[in-house]
C-alpha cells in the first residue's frame, strides 16, 4: 500500500536540547502534511567539530533527549519516526553514528550504526577522520514495516553500492540515506549517487540532509531529495535552511521497475583475474 513520507531539512548546531526543538517542530509540521514515515538527516542532534566541546554533552542511549524526543513524537503523531543520526556515548569513550526508527507505539524497531566512515582529505583544505572518534557498525538490515521492506545508510555509504545492492536482493524497496554532506561534494555528487542508487536497485530513494553554515563552521549542502525507482526526483529543498518535503510512495512502482530492468535477477556470479601485458617484438601479447 502507499503512504506519505517526508524528509526533515535540519541545520543543526552545538546543542542537542535547541536541536531536539527545531527537530520536533519539523516532523510535527510534516505530520501535518498527512506523512506517516517521517526522517531527520544524519547528526540530528549536534554538529560539532570540537570533540571535547561534544564529548561533554554526549549521552547515552538511554538518556539522550534526540532518541527520547524521537520516541514521544512517534507517539504524539502516531508515525514511523526515523532520526536518521544521532551521536551515541558508548561504554569505551567512543561515539555511535546512529540512527533510530521508532514505531507508532514509540518503540525501536530498528537501530542503524553508519558502517563507513568519512575519512577523507578534500581540495579545498577540509579533512576529516571519522574514525578518529566513531565506532564503525557492522550490520546492515531489511526491516519489514506495514507499508514497505526498508534499507537503511548513513551519508557516506551512499559511496558504497554493494551495501544497496545487498538489502535490494534482500527485498529492500526503500532505502533510507540520512545525511551530512559536504557542500563540496555535495555539488559534484549528491544527486548522482542518490539517484544511481535508486536507479540500480530499482528502489525509493529518501534523504534528509543536514544544509547551510552550521555553528561549528562547517557547511553541507542540503537539497534533502525523495526519488522513485527509475531514478526521478519526487520532491526536493534548496541549499540552506530548514525544510520539509514530502512524497507519495508507492512500492507497487518497485516491482515495475523491476519487472522493466530485471536486474536484481539478471545478475551472475563472475571471478577477477589481475593479469600482467607483455611486450614482445612491439606486439602486446
Not at 104 to 127: A, C, Q, T, W
Not at 148 to 153: I, P
Not at 154 to 175: H, K, T
Not at 253 to 281: M, Q, Y
Amino acid at each position: 500500500m502507499s503512504f506519505k513520507a517526508a524528509a526533515v531539512q535540519m541545520c543543526s548546531g552545538v546543542d542537542p536540547v535547541k536541536n531536539a526543538a527545531a527537530m520536533a517542530r519539523l516532523v510535527r509540521e510534516a505530520a501535518g502534511q498527512g506523512a506517516t514515515y517521517v526522517q531527520t538527516p544524519e547528526m540530528t542532534g549536534m554538529l560539532q567539530r570540537d570533540r571535547t566541546a561534544a564529548r561533554a554533552v554526549l549521552a547515552d542511549e538511554a538518556h539522550d533527549i534526540i532518541v527520547k524526543t524521537g520516541s514521544e513524537l512517534a507517539i504524539e503523531l502516531g508515525i514511523h519516526m526515523h532520526v536518521g543520526s544521532t551521536a551515541i556515548a558508548l561504554a569505551d569513550d567512543k561515539i555511535a553514528n546512529r540512527g533510530f526508527l521508532f514505531g507508532p507505539d514509540g518503540r525501536v524497531l530498528n537501530r542503524y550504526d553508519k558502517i563507513h566512515m568519512f575519512d577523507v582529505d578534500l581540495d579545498n583544505g577540509e579533512s576529516w577522520r571519522e574514525s578518529a572518534a566513531y565506532t564503525a557498525g557492522s550490520e546492515a538490515r531489511v526491516l519489514s514495516l506495514p507499508f514497505a521492506e526498508m534499507g537503511f545508510a548513513i551519508c557516506y555509504d551512499v559511496r558504497f553500492p554493494a551495501l544497496f545492492r545487498a538489502q535490494a536482493v534482500a527485498g529492500a524497496e526503500v532505502m533510507t540515506v540520512p545525511a551530512a554532506f559536504t557542500k563540496q561534494t555535495g555539488e559534484a555528487h549528491w544527486e548522482i549517487l542518490l539517484r544511481a542508487r535508486a536507479i540500480e536497485n530499482g528502489v525509493f530513494v529518501i534523504a534528509a540532509a543536514q544544509a547551510g553554515r552550521h555553528e561549528d563552521g562547517r557547511e553541507t549542502f542540503g537539497h534533502s531529495m525523495i526519488i522513485d525507482p527509475w531514478g526521478t526526483v519526487l520532491a526536493s529543498a534548496g541549499a540552506t535552511g530548514e525544510a520539509v518535503i514530502v512524497a507519495e510512495i508507492d512500492p507497487a512502482a518497485v516491482k515495475a521497475a523491476h519487472d522493466k530492468i530485471p536486474n536484481l535477477r539478471n545478475g551472475r556470479e563472475f571471478s577477477v583475474e589481475k593479469i600482467a601485458g607483455a611486450i614482445a617484438g612491439g606486439v602486446a601479447a
